[in-house]
């Protein structure tokens, strides 16, 4: 059984820093990807980055480019999203996701595409 376990959610102020991490096990496949995701109240679950297992693709989205980091330990078999520079805006839950991603598929940003999914872990910035 798959199963996701994202933490290090929590409140900051803006500015600030959170690193969350996502503990993945129970899977065998080959290039898989693990994406982060986030969902505001009343808006569409967007994808924030994705890191792809084999070939170390990474994918952010515009809007977090710069400022948050996506990086693994495949020992570990854990994600880590480090977010700098937060805003108000980057409050959110935010879930991270697995699922096979070959290489030359660049849909990472597709919540619809990914099966197996963490129960969430709320970020909020403070203005």
């Known amino acids: 059984e798959v199963q996701l376990v994202e933490s290090g959610g929590g409140l900051v102020q803006a500015g600030g820093s959170l690193r969350l991490s996502c503990a993945a096990s129970g899977f065998t496949f080959d290039d898989y990807a693990i994406g982060w995701f986030r969902q505001a109240p009343g808006k569409e679950r967007e994808g924030v980055s994705c890191?792809?297992?084999?070939?170390?693709?990474?994918f952010y989205a515009d809007s977090v480019k710069g400022r948050f980091t996506i990086s693994s330990d495949n020992a570990k078999n854990t994600v880590y999203l480090q977010m700098n520079s937060l805003k108000p805006e980057d409050t959110a839950v935010y879930y991270c996701a697995l699922d096979w991603l070959p290489r030359g598929d660049s849909s990472w940003y597709l919540s619809r595409r990914y099966e197996y999914w963490g129960q969430g872990t709320q970020v909020t910035v403070s203005s």
């Open positions: 890191i792809r297992s084999g070939d170390g693709r990474i």
